[in-house]
């Protein structure tokens, strides 16, 4: 160990990726092996690499121990994921304070305690902001200690409010009880401040499960037209309760403002509680203010004939010619109509959906559209297609066959994945599907689920498309 210059502990004990962890720590060992660096033991470390490993408890007592020791190693880099449940105050305050500049790239866990109350607090007094040049920050999560959240919210406002997280790449609030529970509703006007500071290499905000409503959609609205999040790639508002008001406040704010989300890959606005204004995404889209797109997800979000139409012309105006993946399932609420207008403006724009991998349209009513669906297809406007998933959708046989004919007189190269569960399709439609293909039709279909169950299905049908070239790859 005496020679020993880098000690790289990145995914020893499993995956820790921004805050997340889905492992078990041997805290007290991993402890007794941070706790025993310093420059007797390892007198010529310069790096030390804790990426995807969470650090807490004693073992990030330990950690900041030794390295805010006046015997500490000669470290010039390290990469740390560190949480502040269990950390002592102190140690929260050496790691807020600036006193460790080796410290280059920094996963924080930040949950309500004393420990977090200090790390805030040094890092607002401290001379100089941090200079990590690679900081990801999760705020919240099980564990917090009562009041001690809302002080180190206080306190984590004005980090942001004097720019001390101007490093920030990674931001992702999570939902707890205490979030739900302040009584002088603190916790759910943190997010304002959002409005008022710039982030200028943010990449990632998750608001997951957070339930954010209509002001908490206004105020990222805001900030997006204030042009504060610049380099924003990914936006996760997953679960929230926003209605028609909020989804128009922040995407027409991105639509109005001069860049917009110009960076923009992945949009996730799953699971949202059904309220209309989902059209004033696609409208945001056509706007040209999120060329970059390449992932919507849209599963369960109050999408209607108005927000096909929308995204429809989005399509049709060439501003998701990136998209690869399109998430649609668990839709009721858009029927034939709002569907016929989106396939439609596929199959008009030409190479409008020119990048689509992954289409998903489950648990909607897709099935009353196959006809559009299967022409769009025929005229080469998915061509890139690699999963369809069309489960639920009230599919019946002719459905199938319309389907069958599509990929008969347009081969679909890359499709490998079609899903069809729970639908009423029959052996009849099945058999029609197949007659309808062409030799290399799927070249690469692997994977066939259908609503009838393997057991009772006659696999003599599907032997036989495979021995024709039909489906050379299906799996049996």
């Known amino acids: 160990m005496l020679s020993l210059e880098v000690l790289d502990f990145e995914g020893v004990y499993g995956n820790c990726s921004y805050g997340e962890s889905d492992f078990e720590v041997d805290t ?37 121990s030794s390295l805010s020791s006046d015997e500490a190693p000669p470290l010039e880099t390290v990469h740390l994921c560190i949480s502040t449940l269990g950390m002592e105050s102190k140690h929260g305050e050496a790691l807020g304070n600036g006193s460790l500049p080796f410290i280059r790239t920094l996963d924080l866990r930040l949950i309500g305690g004393p420990a977090a109350v200090a790390l805030m607090k040094a890092l607002n007094e401290a001379p100089i902001s941090p200079e990590w040049e690679d900081f990801s920050l999760t705020v919240g999560g099980d564990g917090e200690e009562g009041d001690a959240n ?45 409005t008022m500071v710039r982030l200028p290499v943010l990449s990632h905000f998750s608001a997951q499960r957070l339930g954010m409503d209509n002001t908490e959609f206004q105020w990222l609205g805001e900030a997006v037209w204030a042009g504060n999040f610049p380099q924003l790639r990914s936006l996760n508002l997953s679960d929230s309760v926003a209605s028609r008001v909020g989804m128009e406040a922040l995407f027409n704010g991105v639509g109005s403002s001069e860049d917009g989300l110009p960076c923009l890959t992945s949009l996730d606005v799953s699971r949202a509680t059904p309220g209309g204004g989902a059209e004033a995404i696609g409208e945001a889209i056509l706007s040209g203010k999120m060329p970059a797109v390449t992932e919507l997800k849209l599963a369960r979000c109050g999408f209607d004939n108005d927000a096909m139409r929308a995204l429809g012309e989005a399509v049709r105006g060439q501003q998701m010619s990136k998209l690869e993946r399109l998430d649609l399932s668990r839709n009721r609420a858009f029927t034939k109509e709002g569907l016929d207008s989106f396939v439609l403006a596929v199959r008009e724009s030409g190479k409008g959906l020119a990048s689509l991998e992954c289409l998903d349209l489950s648990d909607s009513h897709a099935g009353e559209s196959i006809e559009p669906l299967a022409a769009a297809i025929s005229a080469g406007g998915l061509q890139r297609l690699g999963s369809l998933r069309l489960d639920e959708c009230g599919l019946d046989d002719e459905g199938m066959r319309q389907l069958g004919l599509a990929f008969g007189q347009n081969d679909m190269a890359r ?62």
């Not at 997280?165 to 529970?181: F, M, N, P, R």
């Open 28 to 64: 007290e060992g991993l402890a007794e092996v941070l706790g025993g660096l310093n420059v007797v033991a390892v007198p010529h470390l310069k790096c030390l690499n804790l990426k995807r490993l969470m650090v807490r408890d004693a073992a990030a007592n330990a950690l900041i």
């Open 415 to 476: 499709l490998w994945c079609l899903s069809l569960k729970k639908n009423a399709v029959s052996e009849v439609g099945l058999s029609a599907f197949l007659e309808a293909l062409r030799p290399q039709s799927l070249p690469r279909l692997s994977c066939l689920w259908l609503a009838i169950p393997r057991e009772q299905r006659q696999n003599t049908i599907l032997q036989a498309a495979k021995a024709e070239g039909k489906v050379p790859s299906l799996c049996l």
């Open 150 to 194: 809302f002080y180190m919210l206080i306190d984590l406002e004005v980090c942001f409010r004097f720019g001390r997280l101007a490093s920030l790449q990674w931001l992702q609030i999570k939902y707890t009880e205490v979030w739900g529970e302040d009584e002088y509703g603190y916790a759910d006007g943190f997010l304002e401040v959002l």
